[in-house]
């Protein structure tokens, strides 16, 4: 498996207040850290002397801000819940004039990185495969994460049935759309932006919502 490398801690960010006393690192350094290697490496790698080794101090300084080993593992999964679930169920409530403008919507949390992190969200999945406690919280986010997708659908007059199957056949193509690592330019995605748009909601799409989201992301590509 691929090796992670370590993120910029607070102490060699020179946008950051510097450090007093004797703190060396920050809570927020020991999970980007750990998060880094649960993506990279797997949760059988997220361990305190490796961590700590890692940022070159002592295994004293993570006890200062995580009781043990299951406390960080239970704050990375309440940090993945709360960037990767909210970020959907709130892009899904947005405002929008149309449902395909719902849709996009939707679509600008798997645009844009920094929305939505797909590795840290294929990672948990498959921690969840060797924990039931970890899957049963992948189910709820599914099923979370699918209520408000259907919601989105009935507010703009769909029925429960159709939009719970619409639900579905969005958010289980997208999801697999990042699975399997399509390498496309985004400019191949945006020329099938308006077909997706029908195929999804049965809507015919118009210009000016077709033209809004392939500026924000052709942006959100553009950005360093």
Not at 76 to 82: G, H, K, P, Q, R
Not at 174 to 189: C, D, K, N
């Given at each position: 498996m691929a090796q992670s490398r370590?993120?910029?801690?607070?102490?060699?960010?020179?946008?950051?207040?510097p450090l007093v006393g004797h703190v060396k690192v920050t809570r927020e350094d020991w999970l980007n850290l750990a998060r880094n290697v649960l993506?990279?490496?797997?949760?059988?790698?997220?361990?305190?002397?490796?961590?700590?080794?890692?940022?070159?101090?002592?295994?004293?300084?993570f006890y200062w801000y995580f009781k043990n080993r299951a406390d960080l593992l239970a704050a990375?999964?309440?940090?993945?819940?709360?960037r990767n679930t909210r970020t959907i169920v709130t892009h899904c409530e947005m405002p929008a004039d149309d449902i395909?403008?719902?849709v996009c919507n939707f679509f600008r949390c798997f645009v844009d990185p920094?929305?939505?992190?797909?590795?840290?969200?294929?990672?948990?999945?498959?921690?969840?495969?060797?924990?039931?406690?970890?899957?049963?919280?992948?189910?709820?986010a599914d099923a979370q994460r699918l209520e408000a997708i259907s919601a989105m659908?009935?507010?703009?007059?769909?029925?429960a049935y159709d939009a719970d199957i619409r639900a579905r056949i969005l958010y289980f193509?997208?999801?697999?759309?990042?699975?399997?690592?399509?390498?496309?330019?985004?400019?191949?995605?945006?020329?099938r932006l308006e077909g997706f748009l029908r195929g999804f909601t049965g809507r015919e799409p118009t210009e000016d919502t077709i033209e809004a989201?392939?500026?924000?992301?052709?942006?959100?590509?553009?950005?360093?």
């Open positions: 370590t993120p910029v801690l607070h102490r060699d960010d020179p946008e950051k207040d993506v990279q490496e797997g949760v059988g790698e997220l361990k305190i002397l490796s961590l700590s080794t890692r940022m070159g101090v002592s295994r004293s300084s990375l999964l309440d940090e993945w819940e709360a395909n403008a719902a920094a929305l939505f992190d797909r590795g840290l969200d294929f990672a948990v999945r498959d921690w969840a495969r060797r924990d039931v406690q970890v899957n049963q919280r992948i189910e709820a659908f009935a507010r703009f007059g769909y029925d193509m997208q999801i697999g759309y990042h699975a399997v690592e399509l390498r496309e330019p985004m400019e191949v995605r945006m020329s989201f392939r500026v924000f992301a052709m942006a959100t590509e553009a950005r360093p």
